[in-house]
């Protein structure tokens, strides 16, 4: 079982950068890493992930090139650097893991979740 926790949200103007962070309690060598959202009043949506067999990153064509994602086993971390933030943007960063062989985009897939952490983008 993972326990996840997310740090690293806050608030920053459109343009800015934020670098979010997401410690497991276990190891997570093993597991598919993924970032979802969630504006008020929307779904959950995904962000990026990164495969655990193959170390290949996956993301949301709204944030190819702006987004990256990482992940070091060692520390049990995964992290998603955002930069050119956008105020639509503005949302609960989740952090997520799957045991799935096969990369998913959909949260139903992903086992275990992080409490979420705040992220506002003002314009």
């Known amino acids: 079982q993972v326990q996840l926790v997310e740090s690293g949200g806050g608030l920053v103007q459109a343009g800015g950068s934020l670098r979010l962070s997401c410690a497991a309690s276990?190891?997570?060598?093993?597991?598919?890493m993924g970032w979802f959202r969630q504006a008020p009043g929307k779904g959950r949506e995904f962000v990026a992930a990164?495969?655990?067999?193959?170390?290949?990153?996956y993301y949301d064509d709204s944030v190819k090139g702006r987004f990256t994602i990482s992940r070091d086993n060692a520390k049990n971390a995964v992290y998603l650097q955002m930069n050119n933030l956008k105020p639509g943007e503005t949302a609960v960063y989740y952090c997520?893991?799957?045991?799935?062989?096969?990369?998913?985009?959909?949260?139903?897939?992903?086992?275990?979740w992080g409490q979420g952490t705040q992220v506002i983008v003002s314009s």
């Open positions: 997520a893991a799957s045991t799935g062989v096969v990369v998913s985009h959909t949260p139903i897939n992903y086992s275990y």
């Open positions: 276990g190891r997570i060598s093993t597991y598919t």
């Open positions: 990164i495969s655990w067999s193959s170390g290949g990153r």
